[in-house]
């Protein structure tokens, strides 16, 4: 970065206009499906979008959330970015702490949490 502050700092300072609509892809998840061959399936914004929306309605702001679900689930994009839009915090664990029962709970317990408002 040093060598290119002087580039850096003539750049626009303002955030850029936002240019994703909700029929944009979003992210893909692969899955083997019935056919037991891994398939790409592109989700749009919207779906994820939607969910989100609806969640920051019900749950907590400013959620504290341990991300349980493997990375390769679509249910982790859900974890995760409900957390960021609540102004969270996401923690994340090595998969070999799922399979650990007792240190997953001992882990647990050092994460300060919050109850639903509803």
């Known amino acids: 970065m040093d060598r290119d502050w002087h580039s850096i700092t003539s750049e626009?300072?303002?955030?850029?206009?936002?240019?994703?609509?909700?029929?944009?892809?979003?992210?893909?998840?692969?899955?083997?499906?019935?056919?037991?061959?891994p398939k790409g399936i592109g989700l749009p914004h919207r779906?994820?979008?939607?969910?989100?929306?609806?969640?920051?309605?019900?749950?907590?702001?400013?959620?504290?959330?341990?991300?349980?679900?493997?990375?390769?689930?679509?249910?982790?994009?859900?974890?995760?970015?409900?957390?960021?839009?609540?102004?969270?915090t996401v923690y994340i664990i090595p998969e070999s702490l799922r399979a650990d029962t007792p240190a997953w709970k001992s882990c647990r317990r050092r994460i300060p949490t919050r109850r639903c408002k509803k």
């Open 12 to 37: 626009a300072v303002e955030n850029p206009e936002p240019v994703a609509v909700a029929d944009n892809l979003g992210y893909i998840i692969y899955t083997s499906g019935s056919t037991g061959r």
């Open 47 to 88: 779906a994820l979008a939607n969910l989100i929306q609806w969640q920051l309605g019900w749950e907590i702001k400013g959620a504290r959330t341990l991300q349980f679900a493997s990375l390769s689930f679509d249910v982790s994009f859900q974890e995760m970015f409900y957390a960021w839009c609540s102004k969270g």
